[in-house]
Nanobody
């Protein structure tokens, strides 16, 4: 089992950048493909980005492609989401998740086994 703790959220102006982190404890994070999801008020949780166990393969939602970058440092058991050119519609709670099923990243909510508590990202216009 793995425990996930997100950090780095906050308030940023549109066009700005922010990096959120996800620290894993318990079983090494290299045992899991990892993903970032987000949930805005009144909306369903949606996939943002995923990364394979090794970090060699990534997957992005179309809405963030070219603006967000997911990466991981397995030595530090940490996954990152670098968010650039932020838009007000990126405002949401961002959740980190771990998938023990496959080495490659997946995009469906139900495919992830462990979740963090989330970190709020607010983008002002």
């Amino acid at each position: 089992q793995v425990q996930l703790v997100e950090s780095g959220g906050g308030l940023v102006q549109a066009g700005g950048s922010l990096r959120v982190s996800c620290a894993a404890s318990g079983r090494p994070s290299s045992s899991y493909a990892m993903g970032w999801f987000r949930q805005a008020p009144g909306k369903e949780r949606e996939f943002v980005a995923g990364i394979s166990r090794s970090g060699a393969s990534t997957l992005y939602a179309d809405s963030v492609k070219g603006r967000f970058t997911i990466s991981r440092d397995n030595a530090k058991n940490t996954v990152y989401l670098q968010m650039n050119s932020l838009k007000p519609e990126d405002t949401a709670i961002y959740y980190c998740a771990a998938d023990r099923g496959l080495a490659l990243p997946r995009s469906r909510y139900g495919e992830y086994d462990y979740w963090g508590q989330g970190t709020q990202v607010t983008v002002s216009s």
